[in-house]
């Protein structure tokens, strides 16, 4: 047990190493630098341009930025913005707030909506509920994040009224973002838990509860259910990169405050080290979660308990 | 929670989600509706202008993008602009008719060489910190531009004649040029040139931007980034220009930017009430705002350079005057204004903007596409049409590269696309190249035929910028064209301080780029914003910048 936590927080560090030289090539080879995307067209001198890029460190050869960069960085020392040289683990800080608060309320949303829906539909099988459930995960897994905000502000800000299409100070301001990133997640559960559900019901211990005549709703509701969560829990886990992901966008489109849009301006501005702070900082969450995602199991299957996980089935 | 609570009935939330399925159609496919029903429930017309005005309350104002910086030496986007403009004054004032009025400075002389210019300046104005304004606040303002430390660039562009400033007594300031500007006196106005406070600058140092301070109508009280900027009214006010009807403190209590950068949030947010006015409405939403009763739509079309396509010469064949006419003339410059903006933008002539000084209203109507004489010109020059329709020469097609930025800001990638296909039908290929990094591309690597460009500018000095050979500080001119004759007008248009003799130069340039077919000008962009009719006396500087000294907001 103590030793499974140990080897995954050591690969968890190898994961969040892994991204963050990722994402430092990929900048560094991508067209383009901080100083150029921020100066306007011919407002600046060559000869002055190269002494901004020289005061930056960016005209070093790569090793060299790279070396500084992730020497800086064991030591914890995130580094400043290039655009507005704040400190970039502060400005992140900041704005954790705000997208955590997004990210929870609709991972509340997708997991209530997912497993109510993907059960019912399930229990449903074949007919026009099952039908229709189906169309709503399909609906939930395949309309951009954006189009679903737009349409949520058409309809609860502009023609009813009922709640602010943008802002991040207060409750009211989050349930239109988190109604949109919802959705999405909830289509994704809602689609793992009716074929689990359907798997479930299907193998041969289902068959000996019933004909042990268990009523339907005890053979449903503690047997097949119960089974059929694990994988929508890891579905789970795996769904925080689907709401980092989309906190970029759904951040932008209700104007929210959170790391999503720092990190969308921080890419469009060149902006490596904030960059890297909230690459490091989301895997770290993403793995983190899993983790824990990974302990739950024994909290719902006594098999993987009693054997240990990875060991289990 | 509650909301999950109540969901807990799994047919309650099938119904809801087929219910915003729903919605969210009939929301989108009835938006023309809409405005209708609004118009019904709107409030009847504007109060009586002869009723006092209401003090207080806060003006709400929606923002596109987010400011850099609001250091006015340093930021050189227009959103930031947009919001210093209320924090700090300038020395000089630009009515929106181009005239240039007292304000920090009270009156001001040139010496007959044109070289030197003494302000007086106002001896009751004191910066929101305290500090007192003077002359020597005016001198370290100046020189705080030019220390390249500072890192300033549009308002290091606006002093390129700058030499020195000197205090001449506690409320005189002079400034000795290199060589005499026409546009020196009316670029003071420029909100880049306005006056910071010299102790906070001091103490902030490149952190200024964090933290304005100036002498202004409003005071700065803070910033949440990616969310607000909030103002609050100066009660020591009482230096506004003569322009506006109230001189004194403003009527507003305070003044709320807020940062929302989808187009159809931020005009969701004007129409449920969450903001009373916004900026950069696009052109497809005009219509509905303006028909809905409980906004204005206003519209302030930019001075200086229009958006025009820069042909580069430094490629073959367009540095043939009759290849470059043949894409002037094969560009059908009306399809595209059309088709992209809805009548809201107006077709540019001329590579000045109208309003612009200098700007010769003669060009208008004067090039129209013409496919057939296009083609004629190409034939000429021996590009004939290959198997595929696309001209060939010596086994060479006839392909041009078109450097558009991303994003695709004001629909331009559009005019990119249509452009592509209008020449292909006069035989031209065009490679569309979408960059993040045009610098790179276009002032670094040459590798475009067809790049478009404009910028603000109140006067026709701004040319220089695009059209000299060696205008873009330090860079390559945009087109390659080394023409002396060109050179040598608008050099002459940047010193001569007489304004008929000004007039003339600057008519003469403008013809001489459209004859050279140096650019083809497309459209001049306007700043549009949209207001709530509770809001009155929302003004504009001759720049499109808001004023708010008059503003009141009537709940």
Redo the contacts between chains.
């Keep these: 047990m103590l030793k499974f936590i140990v080897f995954r927080l050591a690969a968890s560090l190898f994961v969040i190493c892994g991204s963050s030289v990722l994402v430092f090539c990929i900048l560094y080879w991508l067209p383009g630098d901080a100083v150029l995307s921020r100066l306007a067209l011919g407002t600046a001198s060559p000869e002055r341009i190269a002494e901004i890029r020289h005061g930056l460190g960016l005209d070093a050869p790569f090793y060299q930025q790279f070396g500084v960069y992730f020497g800086r960085m064991f030591r914890g020392d995130f580094g400043e913005s290039l655009v507005s040289a704040e400190p970039v683990l502060p400005k992140i800080m900041e704005h954790v707030p705000a997208t955590l608060a997004l990210a929870l309320t609709s991972t509340a949303i997708s997991a209530g909506l997912g497993v109510l829906l993907g059960v019912w539909s399930a229990f449903h099988r074949g007919g026009a509920v099952d039908a229709a459930v189906r169309i709503v995960g399909l609906f939930g897994v395949s309309m951009p994040a954006f189009w679903s905000g737009i349409m949520l502000i058409l309809l609860f800000s502009v023609r009813l009224g009922w709640l602010p299409p943008m802002g991040s100070d207060g409750v009211r301001t989050l349930i239109l973002p988190s109604l949109t990133l919802g959705i999405v997640g909830t289509g994704l559960i809602l689609r793992m838990v009716r074929s689990s559900v359907l798997d479930t019901i299907r193998e041969p211990f289902i068959v000996t509860l019933r004909a042990k005549g268990l009523s339907e709703r005890a053979v449903m509701y503690r047997h097949a259910l119960r089974n059929a969560l694990i994988p929508a829990v890891t579905m789970l886990g795996m769904l925080v990169g689907e709401m980092m992901a989309g906190a970029v966008v759904v951040e932008t489109v209700f104007a929210r405050q959170g790391i999503g849009r720092v990190l969308a301006d921080a890419i469009a501005g060149k902006d490596l080290p904030v960059v890297q702070g909230v690459v490091v900082f989301s895997a770290g969450l993403y793995v983190l979660v899993n983790l824990l995602v990974d302990l739950s199991y024994m909290l719902i299957d006594p098999r993987i308990r009693r054997t240990g996980i990875g060991r289990g089935t | 929670?509650t909301?999950?609570k109540r969901?807990?009935n799994?047919m309650t939330?099938?119904a809801l989600?087929?219910l915003?399925?729903f919605?969210?159609c009939s929301?989108?496919a009835g938006?023309s509706a809409?405005s209708g029903s609004a118009s019904a429930s709107a409030e009847p017309g504007r109060s009586a202008a002869s009723q006092a005005p209401i003090s207080g309350g806060d003006l709400t104002y929606g923002l596109a993008t987010?400011p850099?910086?609001l250091d006015p030496h340093v930021s050189?986007l227009d959103v930031a602009s947009r919001v210093f403009r209320s924090i700090y004054d300038s020395l000089v004032f630009l009515t929106e008719d181009n005239q240039i009025k007292p304000w920090l400075a009270s009156e001001w002389s040139v010496s007959p060489d044109g070289k030197r210019y003494t302000f007086k300046l106002r001896q009751d104005v004191k910066f929101h910190d305290g500090t007192p304004f003077n002359a020597e606040a005016v001198k370290k303002n100046f020189d705080r531009i030019v220390d390249?430390s500072t890192?300033a660039?549009?308002a290091?562009?606006y002093l390129t004649q700058y030499e020195s400033s000197e205090v001449v007594d506690p409320y005189t300031v002079r400034f000795n040029l290199k060589k005499p500007s026409a546009a020196f006196l009316r670029n003071l106005s420029q909100p880049s040139l306005a006056i910071v406070s010299p102790t906070a600058a001091e103490k902030y140092g490149?952190?200024l931007?964090?933290h304005p301070v100036g002498t202004g109508p409003f005071r700065f009280v803070k910033w949440?980034?990616?969310?607000e900027i909030k103002l609050e009214r100066n009660p020591d006010y009482n230096w506004a220009p003569d322009a506006f009807d109230n001189q004194g403190k403003p009527y507003l209590d305070t003044v709320t930017f807020?940062?929302?950068?989808?187009e159809?949030?931020?005009i969701?947010?004007l129409?449920?009430?969450?903001v009373l006015a916004i900026e950069t409405v696009p052109a497809q939403n005009v219509a509905a705002l303006k028909n809905d009763s409980r906004f204005t739509i206003a519209s302030h079309d930019a001075l200086g350079l229009p958006f025009a396509l820069f042909i580069n010469e430094r490629q073959a064949p367009w540095n043939d005057l009759k290849a470059r006419q043949a894409l002037q003339l094969g560009i059908d410059v009306d399809a595209i204004v059309k088709t992209l903006y809805f009548g809201v933008y107006k077709r540019a002539w001329s590579p000045l903007a109208p309003g612009t000084f200098g700007y010769d209203p003669a060009l208008e109507n004067g090039i129209q596409s013409d496919k057939e004489k296009a083609k004629r010109l190409l034939d000429e020059l021996g590009w004939k049409p290959g198997k595929d329709g696309i001209r060939e020469k010596d086994g060479k097609k006839l392909t041009i590269r078109y450097v558009e930025s991303i994003p695709n800001k004001d629909k331009k990638q559009d005019i990119a696309a249509i452009v592509q296909q209008q020449l292909k039908e006069i035989g031209v290929a065009v490679e569309l190249h979408f960059?993040?990094?045009?610098?790179?591309v276009?002032?670094m690597d040459h590798a475009y035929e067809l790049f478009g460009?404009g910028?603000a500018g109140l006067d026709p000095s701004a040319l220089t910028?695009?059209y000299h050979t060696h205008?873009?500080?330090?860079?390559p001119s945009l087109s390659g064209f080394d023409d002396p004759k060109l050179d040598e007008l608008l050099e002459r248009g940047e010193t001569e301080l007489d304004d008929a003799k000004r007039l003339e130069i600057y008519q003469e340039a403008q013809h001489y780029i459209v004859d050279h077919a140096v650019t083809i000008p497309i459209y001049v962009s306007p700043s549009i914003s949209a207001v709530s009719k509770k809001v009155e006396n929302l003004k504009y500087d001759a720049l499109g910048y808001l004023l708010l000294h008059d503003t009141t907001v009537r709940n």
């Design positions: 929670m909301l999950l969901n807990r799994p939330a099938f989600v087929s915003l399925l919605a969210g929301a989108s938006s809409e987010s850099d910086s050189g390249p890192e660039s549009i290091l562009s490149k952190q931007g964090q949440e980034e990616n969310s807020k940062i929302i950068p989808e159809a949030t931020r969701g947010s129409q449920s009430g969450q960059t993040k990094d045009v610098s790179q276009v002032l460009g910028t910028t695009f205008g873009l500080t330090g860079w």
